[in-house]
């Protein structure tokens, strides 16, 4: 168990409108990213934070923001959905371990239309 | 540039050993982790590699070479619940900013 929840799980929206999606965690972690994952490719890094209101941009930033209000939820916002991204989105922490080991959130499931 | 190299299909069958090799150019080099992931779920952390060499974690091992920027997963004694897909994912100092290449799709068969 990752300690993450990610709501929604699946959503369909329409070009145009926007979109949130949340993660939610309880164990006080301070690094969260969110990636993004396309059919038959790997994760991207979309933005990440170090902690509460300190935010960065990954590789495929564009279209995205996110926020970190508080140290339980980070939340990632298309402000205008397109079709490109339609994507399975994963939120994921890592711990201070030296392997850095990755934990993921079970993924939200966005079809835009 | 970053680039990463990991066949796209490897099939196997049960109780067999099957390799994936995993090639990569990045910057800031810190270490080699592996992750599995089936079909619908998340990404599962198997095993990471900082020193050169082989760490073994039961059925799994890994095995990293920084001189030559090649590394592999070596999964023994295969299982029908090992297919999935598996994913090296090379990271600099910081874990979360790890670079996912797309992955190699492991089927196993009776």
């Known amino acids: 168990d990752a300690g993450i929840t990610q709501s929604p799980r699946h959503k369909v929206t329409e070009t145009g409108t926007p979109v949130t999606l949340r993660c939610h965690q309880t164990e006080n972690h301070r690094y969260m990213y969110w990636y993004r994952q396309d059919p038959g490719h790997g994760l991207r890094l979309i933005h990440y934070?170090?902690?509460?209101?300190?935010?960065d941009k990954g590789e495929v930033s564009d279209g995205y923001s996110v926020s970190r209000s508080k140290t339980e939820d980070f939340l990632l916002t298309l402000e205008s959905a397109t079709s490109s991204q339609t994507s399975v989105y994963f939120c994921?922490?890592?711990?201070?371990?030296?392997?850095?080991?990755?934990?993921f959130g079970e993924g939200s499931r966005l079809t835009v239309l | 540039g970053q680039s990463l190299e990991q066949p796209s299909e490897v099939t196997a069958v049960e109780g067999a050993i099957v390799q994936i090799n995993c090639t990569y150019q990045?910057?800031?080099?810190?270490?080699l982790s592996w992750y599995q992931q089936h079909d619908g779920g998340a990404p599962t952390f198997l095993s990471y590699n900082g020193l050169d060499g082989l760490e073994e974690t039961g059925r799994f091992s890994s095995f990293l070479s920084r001189s030559d920027s090649y590394g592999y997963l070596l999964l023994q004694e295969l299982q029908m619940k090992d297919s999935a897909s598996y994913f090296c994912a090379p990271r600099g100092t910081n874990a979360g900013k790890s670079t996912f290449g797309d992955g190699t799709t492991l089927t196993v068969k009776p």
């Open positions: 934070s170090y902690g509460v209101k300190d935010t």
């Open positions: 994921a922490h890592h711990g201070e371990s030296i392997t850095g080991e990755l934990f």
């Open positions: 990045t910057s800031g080099f810190y270490g």
